[in-house]
Nanobody
Framework: QVQVVESGGDLVQAGGSLRLSCQAS????????MAWYRQAPGKRRELVAT???????NYADSAKGRFTISRDSAKNMVYLQMNSLKPEDTAVYYC?????????????WGQGTQVTVSS
């Protein structure tokens, strides 16, 4: 079993920056993909950025040029640096962790951290 805990959400003014952190903990697991998703009120959860085990990253169009995902594999942590924040970035941000054992994969989610961007 893997526990996933996010932190770093806050209230920030438009144009500001935030750094979200996510810690995966447990025993006997190997992390494959780590990612950040977000869900705004009344909207579906959407992908923000992914970080594959091999180092490849991928971003939603809305995040390109403003957000940066990074991971510390030794610590089982992933980060999301968010710059030039906009009111439309307001959402609950969720950390996603996928672990793998051979061909078997397991998905884990954190409880979410609130990001509010004021105009």
């Amino acid at each position: 079993q893997v526990q996933v805990v996010e932190s770093g959400g806050d209230l920030v003014q438009a144009g500001g920056s935030l750094r979200l952190s996510c810690q995966a903990s447990g025993t006997g697991f190997r992390i494959d993909t780590m990612a950040w998703y977000r869900q705004a009120p009344g909207k579906r959860r959407e992908l923000v950025a992914t970080s594959a085990a091999g180092g490849r990253t991928n971003y939603a169009d809305s995040a390109k040029g403003r957000f940066t995902i990074s991971r510390d594999s030794a610590k089982n942590m992933v980060y999301l640096q968010m710059n030039s924040l906009k009111p439309e970035d307001t959402a609950v941000y969720y950390c996603y962790v996928q672990t793998r054992s051979g061909s078997l994969k397991w998905d884990y989610w954190g409880q979410g951290t609130q990001v509010t961007v004021s105009s």
